[in-house]
């Protein structure tokens, strides 16, 4: 029962339908009034009347809640706030703590200069390589294969700058990852931040009852899990599920480029974000125009898309074999189980991560996301140790067996989808396993 003012307490407020709550370390705040205004979007929409504990404190710099206060104890008919970590919970809340405390969230600013020094380089050897001898044919592979690993690597550095990682102040990273993300790479870099928000927070996460998806789960090419069935709506869609195993390394090659940069800017509005796109096809103008026909223009630009494509393969290939939730289902999970269990690590020589760009970490970056790149290998020891601790699967293997995983997973849903289809035409897929 609320306390009152017979026992010498203020009561309780009253919990009113119009506000919006989430749950940090068993209390109540009310966001209704900062929602819009969150800089990480809408996503904290997905978790009113939960504990997002675990998101907050490791998507968020020290001390993000100071200047909110919580509604005294759990307010009128609030129910209480549950937040009871399992002892796996609290033992990476406890590694959490010991990073910050040890400064492993810091930004080594040399390592990130060096970082930000190889794009540039490959654009500027790019530039003076076809100014000199774009007329000759193997000076054209060579730089095809250049510009590919320029769009490459500009990827990466705007997965780090938009999770602010370099500078650790958003604002200034962000207009680093704009530069990066879209005047070198050629994308909507505030578009991609949006949706990986979402993604870190409900990683692999459906709601049917919304239509709500993780926005980088779902592609209308494919369906890696039954539960998106109910997404794939026309024909067409029907159609490509049943080839998906046959198409998805295809795709990602010779189409994900193009695709990636329609979907982007698709809805963009926002005006820097077209300045830096404009820049972008100047400099592949200025580029491309030092050879000397039209033909191999278009060719050195197309060979240089698919090389990037390897790209697309790499984020997806971490996720696509692994689990689905419902949103309830993820809500109720502790956090760092489920990220541990959502994501495949990449075996790999440490000489190889630029190749990976630290996504061969990707359960060391889905539980600790502001965790830079530089110290995956480090911190990965020590939550294979909790793991192991507490018979909690790590998974890991190399990246040619994590794609014949997902391959094998494709073909897995592409056949449930058929023998669904030509048992019953006119299945309306609910979601739940056929």
């Known amino acids: 029962m609320p306390p009152n003012e017979n026992n010498g307490m203020t009561a309780f407020p009253t919990a009113c339908e119009n506000r919006k709550y989430i749950g940090y370390r068993g209390l109540w705040y009310d966001v209704t009034d900062f929602i819009p205004k969150h800089p990480g979007g809408d996503i904290i929409q997905r978790f009113v009347g939960q504990d997002a504990t675990h998101v907050i404190e490791t998507a968020h710099r020290k001390h993000v809640m100071k200047h909110r206060k919580p509604l005294p104890g759990n307010a009128g008919m609030l129910q209480p706030c549950q937040y009871s970590p399992t002892p796996f919970g609290q033992q990476m809340i406890a590694l959490h703590h010991k990073l910050e405390k040890e400064g492993y969230y810091d930004q080594s600013f040399s390592w990130f200069l060096m970082k930000f020094s190889i794009p540039i380089f490959l654009a500027v050897a790019t530039v003076l390589t076809l100014f000199k001898y774009g007329h000759i044919f193997s000076v054209q592979c060579l730089c095809s294969i250049t510009l590919g690993l320029f769009f490459h690597q500009s990827g990466f550095l705007m997965h780090d700058l938009m999770h602010s990682h370099a500078f650790q102040n958003y604002k200034i990273d962000e207009r680093f990852g704009v530069f990066f993300g879209t005047l070198c790479y050629g994308i909507s870099a505030r578009w991609w931040k949006d949706e990986h928000t979402v993604h870190h927070a409900l990683t692999n996460t459906i709601d049917h009852a919304t239509g709500f998806v993780d926005p980088q ?17 026309d024909k067409l869609q029907h159609t490509l599920i049943k080839i998906q195993y046959f ?13 990636i940069i329609v979907d982007s800017f698709r809805e963009e509005k926002r005006r820097d974000v ?48 692994k689990p689905f939730y419902e949103k309830e289902t993820m809500h109720k999970k502790e956090f760092f189980e489920a990220m541990v269990e959502a994501n495949i690590n990449i075996v790999s020589p440490r000489w190889m991560d630029w190749f990976h760009g630290g996504l061969n970490f ?9 965790l830079p790149r530089n110290r995956y290998r480090e911190v990965s020891t020590m939550i294979k140790k909790i793991c192991a601790e507490n018979g909690i699967h790590y998974d890991e293997c190399g990246f040619v067996t994590a794609v014949k995983r997902t ?18 035409p006119t299945t309306k897929f609910n979601g739940k396993e056929s």
């Open 217 to 233: 789960a779902k592609e209308d090419a494919w369906a890696q899990n039954e539960m998106l069935f109910p997404l794939m709506k």
């Open 247 to 259: 198409t998805f390394v295809p795709l990602c090659l010779f189409v994900g480029r193009i695709a």
């Open 274 to 321: 077209w300045v830096a796109l404009i820049l972008h096809f100047m400099l592949m103008a200025t580029m491309l125009s030092f050879i000397n026909t039209w033909n191999a223009r278009f060719w050195v630009y197309y060979a240089a898309s698919v090389g990037e494509g390897i790209l697309h393969v790499q984020l997806l290939m971490n996720h696509y074999s």
């Open 362 to 370: 990707h359960i060391e970056h889905h539980c600790f996301p502001r």
């Open 407 to 424: 391959l094998s997973q494709l073909k897995s849903v592409s056949d449930i989808f058929e023998a669904a289809t030509a048992y019953e």
